[in-house]
């Protein structure tokens, strides 16, 4: 075709919501040289068959910020680009069975209140008033969201669309994308019509997102489920309530019985995420379809049975109506359930903004998001729960089917603080995991690695059913107290496998990392925290650097930050430097206390005499192993890295020499109570995109005399107009739960800030609380509270220093 256009400055594979809002971001940010390709009509996969629910709701305070900006836009787009849409924004009922689910509740009206949103809780009594037809005798309560709603997914498809051509877009619709390429620093996209030549290239292709990322060499971690909603005919009382009231009742969930129900002009729409669900599409007698596009599966109500019936007790109502309709379409899931959108790992000037299960209520803040990671290579709210990099690999198909069948048959299921889902479990074993198991260790997974995180005593109740609470004194609290209070008093091992680790080598290695970090590169056999920060200023990550030689340094990580720090790295790699991932060779134990020097001379040739953040290499049970004088417990202690096939080894010496120490292995649970009275700042939490490394209380951690370094000109501004919130450190009386993850900060009746971190420390006997407050109340002293789970609790400011050994003597011994 003499007008299909050869080249743009960004393709999109993929014409659903999310494709087309992509598009229009572009657009609005400036680029709009931008193709978008779809292979029938657009909204043929997800979006045409999507019940179109716009819920603002989250326990993710990324995914939060991305649907309550959908909400928003959403509500002005029609003007905007002058196209009729049905949005209809009736609020919604979220209810509630049990005081567990009443307190998620209160957890997100506050994230929700941080947000500008006016989220309310309803008695049992209240909830009649907002919906009359409901049964509430076993209820506990609810939550009101006045911003949720429902929109038609193909007009709002169809605005978006129409908003990015007017900015000078363009869409080629029945142009599939058949295959790319890389030639020089260009993308080719091949299709029927011809090929496109782009500098940058976005995956939108929702449930064929797996197949078009073979393309690029990449193999997403997302399985297809099916899923059912069922139209009902009217309803004569419903459709008398609505003209004498002049609107539709609130979206209807009944999150405990997992299901929604919203009226569909006068009748109903039931959607029920059930239990016994299926995956598509991963056995050989249902293969991949070459082509789906506005198909359906055959209806499978059987499955669907209780929630139908359990639907129909809550609001008997729904029993008069007839069954219309049933709709059975595809939806992608990740094993995480949340989407896909950012850089493509391992591959240059490649997006993915994919795998949606929420597509509609996501598009309009996932095109935002992406727009951003494209056009400024950063987001303006940190998506690291989006993040394709969040997985590394071992993620195959076995794994991504069970997962996400997990998740669908959980959707609503509350996320709480100390429980770990059952499914994909024993992807990565540590060498001693058979040994950590027999003393009664309790696992969880980091990035695939299961690592105890407590370490139950005979009578303890480890069951799963025992780890749903948000109460501080579950089955394992007394245990943590013992591990934390062996830390203290004597020693305690923890076996930590899956620290992602790199070795950057060549000549002017040293002077580039200089370059890359906030602060001073280590000297020759030291190591210390470095930080990187953005060009903004803002918090990319934390690593420990090891000085090997003048050219050499040893970079350890997070477990879960390989692909992205390793990404990081190799982005802005200098040319002729190396960086190699040794992740897999390597196993840590952390052995930690007053007695671990006692310990370690019973077992080891080492010179224990070296003082804090040193490394050396010596001799355990025959086997060579790296020390490094560091510890995140924040007691005297050692990490002791060993190559994988001497780990055993080495650990059952150490567990020898131990016994007459008072030696106790410790989890997880126990290091963050050691870490937050430290002060210590864990990785996407306290450490993220969303503060500046001056916020983020880091700038002893800055080398203000170095010529230049990422971030320095930003960092230097703010300090020069003033930084407007700061790090603290609070001591709260709280009540029987620590705060959760935002959970807000209050003075004089306004909200001056966030805790990142909250946890009980067993050495301080307190409830501890890291996280951002406002500069003006930063001060030592200030009495504040906090707000956990609807309820304000008093706390006070902490001076800047740790409430455990404030001096750092115990860990200098």
């Given at each position: ?341 950012g850089p493509m790992p391992g591959v240059p000037n490649a997006f993915e903004a994919c795998v949606f299960t929420f597509g509609i209520c996501q598009a309009g803040g996932a095109g ?446």
């Amino acid at each position: 075709m003499s007008d299909f256009p050869t080249s743009a400055r960004v393709v999109i594979i993929g014409g659903g919501a999310v494709g087309a809002s992509a598009l229009y971001h572009l657009c609005k940010a400036g680029w709009t040289d931008c193709v978008l390709l779809e292979k029938n009509e657009l909204t043929a996969g997800s979006t045409w068959h999507a019940a179109g629910n716009v819920p603002t709701f989250s326990s993710s305070w990324s995914i939060m910020n991305m649907q309550r900006y959908s909400a928003e836009l959403y509500r002005r787009l029609g003007d905007e680009v002058d196209y009729p849409m049905n949005y209809n924004v009736t609020g919604s009922v979220r209810l509630g069975h049990t005081k567990e689910r009443l307190q998620e509740f209160q957890k997100v009206v506050g994230m929700g209140r941080y947000q500008g949103m006016d989220l309310k809780i309803l008695s049992p009594e209240d909830i009649k008033k907002v919906y009359p037809f409901v049964e509430t005798h076993d209820l506990t309560g609810a939550l009101h969201d006045p911003y949720d709603g429902d929109i038609d997914p193909a007009q709002l498809t169809q605005a978006l669309a129409k908003g990015a051509r007017q900015m000078g877009a363009r869409i080629e619709r029945f142009c599939p994308a058949t295959g790319a390429r890389r030639e020089g620093d260009e993308w080719v996209i091949s299709t029927p019509k011809g090929e496109i030549r782009c500098e940058i290239v976005v995956n939108a292709a929702g449930y064929y997102a797996r197949e078009v990322g073979k393309w690029f060499g990449r193999d997403l971690p997302m399985m297809v489920m099916s899923h059912q909603y069922m139209l009902f005919d009217t309803v004569p009382e419903l459709e008398s309530w609505t003209k004498e009231v002049g609107h539709k009742l609130p979206l209807l969930r009944d999150v405990d019985s997992s299901y929604y129900l919203r009226q569909e002009k006068n009748g109903f729409n039931l959607g029920p995420y059930e239990g016994n669900c299926k995956a598509h599409w991963v056995t050989k007698d249902d293969p991949f379809p070459e082509d789906f596009s506005f198909q359906l599966f055959p209806d499978d109500l059987e499955r669907l049975e209780w929630h139908i019936n359990d639907a129909m007790e809550r609001v008997p109502l729904l029993g008069k109506a007839g069954l219309s309709k049933v709709i059975n379409g595809p939806i992608p899931y990740t094993p995480d359930g949340n989407p896909l959108i950012g850089p493509m790992p391992g591959v240059p000037n490649a997006f993915e903004a994919c795998v949606f299960t929420f597509g509609i209520c996501q598009a309009g803040g996932a095109g935002k998001v992406l727009a951003e990671w494209v056009t400024e290579g950063a987001t303006e709210w940190d998506m690291w729960s989006c993040d394709p990099r969040r997985f590394t690999g071992f993620e195959d198909q076995e794994y991504c089917v069970k997962k996400g069948m997990e998740v669908y048959g959980h959707e609503y299921a509350i996320h709480f603080p100390h429980h770990a889902w059952p499914e994909g479990r024993d992807k990565k074993l540590s060498a001693v995991h058979a040994h950590t198991k027999a003393l009664g260790a309790v696992f969880a997974p980091y990035n695939g690695w299961e690592r105890p995180v407590w370490y139950a005593r005979p009578g303890d109740d480890v069951s799963e059913d025992a780890q749903r609470t948000w109460d501080r004194e579950g089955p394992w609290f007394a245990a943590v107290r013992e591990e934390a209070q062996a830390v203290r008093d004597a020693a305690g091992i923890l076996d930590l496998p899956g620290f992602s680790r790199f070795v950057l080598k060549g000549a002017g290695a040293s002077a580039w990392l200089a370059q890359q970090i906030t602060g001073k590169v280590p000297n020759v056999g030291r190591l210390g925290l470095a930080y990187f920060a953005d060009d903004k200023g803002r918090i990319v990550t934390e690593m420990s650097v090891a000085r090997i030689a003048e050219d050499e340094m040893v970079l350890i990580t997070a477990a879960t930050a390989q692909s992205h720090d390793g990404e990081w790295l190799r982005r802005h790699l200098a040319p002729g430097l190396s960086l190699t991932d040794h992740t897999t060779e390597w196993s840590t134990q952390i052995l930690t206390g007053p007695k671990s020097r006692a310990i370690l001379a019973e077992v080891s040739d080492a010179d224990l005499a070296k003082g804090w953040l040193t490394h050396q290499t010596a001799r355990i049970a025959g086997a060579e192993v790296w020390l490094c004088r560091v510890s995140f417990a924040g007691e005297l202690g050692w990490e002791i890295h060993s190559k994988v096939a001497d780990t055993e080894a080495v650990w059952n010496a150490v567990m020898r020499a131990g016994k007459g120490h008072g030696l106790r292995p410790f989890g997880m649970f126990a290091l963050n109570s050691l870490r937050v009275e430290k002060g210590y700042r864990a990785w996407k939490g306290d450490l993220s995109t969303d503060y500046t490394i001056l916020q983020g209380g880091l700038e002893r951690f800055v080398d203000w005399a170095k010529p230049e370094f990422r971030g320095k000109a930003a960092l230097e501004a703010e300090k020069q107009r003033g930084v407007t919130k700061r790090f603290a450190t609070l001591v709260i009386e709280a009540g029987e739960q620590d705060p959760p993850y935002m959970a807000t900060i209050w003075h004089e009746g306004k909200i001056v800030g966030e805790l990142t971190s909250g946890y009980y420390g067993h050495r301080v006997g307190a409830c501890i609380g890291l996280g951002m407050l406002k500069t003006e109340v930063n001060v030592p002293g200030t009495k504040v509270q906090v707000e956990i789970f609807g309820s304000l609790y008093p706390a006070v400011v902490q001076e800047d220093a740790p409430l455990w050994d404030a001096k750092n003597e115990r860990i200098r011994a």
